[in-house]
């Protein structure tokens, strides 16, 4: 039995050792196979860490290139767009300069045209721009008084009435009215109807006889005037327009022979007036004081200013219209 029991116990630690002998290649395969599966895993790490920084560089460097080539394409455009651009303002430039030109020549030939042995002397001083002879320049008279001009605006704004005769009127006992501002409002002049006067050369030439003193014309031909209530006339200094209203006041003056006709209320307060003289005047009735008192009408002239107060003198009896 013990014999036995020896024998059992020699093959247990037999087979025990053998086990463990069995073991250790086992373990030290499965630490290579682990070691290589790591050395690989790294590897396949640092291969897709350096693929991808290839990618991104390269991907950076095209980016880079594209902008480059971008803005390079860009700039050329942008140069072509402006040389297209100044090219095409350069040619509506010339365009406009050629049909200026034309309109200029076309108007300066009919202006020679229509010119009559008044107005052949008259020579304008390009320095100065006042006008050197007696005469008066035309409405479309060059560059330097085109359609309409407004080189001699602030001339023409603050015209005066020339210089001449005219008596000392003294008054008493005359009420100041209520102010323009609420006359226009609260008692405003009935306006006229069919009112439709153009700016002609005929017109031009009839003008330039009524007031020769006055240099400053600029309306081109087919023009057409303004109609403006007699409350307004004081913005209009300088230009030929229509003015409508009812009169106040009418006053003769014997040494002179001209009736002065004052709208919205009696001298010196008055808002605008209008010069006619005597022979004019007595056209239209024998007693003009009485006929045109109180009434209605329309006058077409200039307006000039004197003593701070706008006026229009008339010499035409188809200046002054009833309504």
Not at 65 to 94: A, C, M, P, V, Y
């Amino acid at each position: 039995m013990e014999a036995m029991k020896k024998i059992i116990f020699i093959s247990f630690v037999s087979l025990f050792f053998l086990a463990a002998v069995a073991q250790r290649p086992s373990r030290s395969r499965i630490n290579e196979k682990t070691n290589t599966e790591r050395n690989k895993s790294e590897m396949t790490v640092n291969r897709s860490v350096e693929h991808k920084s290839r990618s991104y560089n390269s991907k950076s460097d095209q980016s880079s290139n594209n902008h480059s080539f971008g803005t390079r394409t860009d700039n050329r455009t942008l140069e072509r767009s402006g040389n297209t651009l100044n090219s095409g303002s350069l040619h509506d430039k010339r365009e406009s300069n050629q049909q200026n030109g034309n309109s200029n020549r076309s108007t300066n030939d009919k202006i020679i045209r229509n010119k009559t042995d008044l107005h052949k002397n008259i020579r304008i001083d390009k320095s100065t721009g006042t006008v050197n002879t007696r005469n008066v320049p035309s409405a479309n008279s060059g560059r330097d008084h085109s359609i309409n001009s407004r080189d001699l605006e602030h001339e023409r704004k603050t015209y005066h009435t020339p210089d001449r005769e005219r008596t000392h009127r003294e008054v008493y006992n005359v009420k100041r009215p209520k102010s323009i501002e609420y006359r226009r409002i609260h008692y405003s002049y009935r306006a006229p109807k069919y009112i439709n006067i153009i700016w002609t050369p005929r017109m031009y030439r009839e003008y330039v006889l009524i007031y020769p003193e006055f240099r400053y014309w600029y309306f081109p031909y087919g023009y057409r005037i303004r109609t403006v209530s007699a409350y307004d006339a004081m913005y209009y200094i300088g230009d030929v327009v229509n003015v409508y209203g009812r009169i106040h006041e009418v006053w003769y003056s014997w040494q002179t022979d001209e009736y002065f006709l004052y709208f919205g209320a009696q001298f010196p307060y008055h808002d605008f007036s209008i010069i006619i003289p005597g022979l004019k005047a007595r056209q239209f009735s024998r007693r003009p004081e009485i006929f045109f008192s109180g009434r209605y009408i329309w006058a077409t002239g200039l307006i000039s200013l004197h003593e701070g107060k706008p006026e229009m003198i008339v010499r035409k009896k188809h200046q002054i219209n009833l309504y």
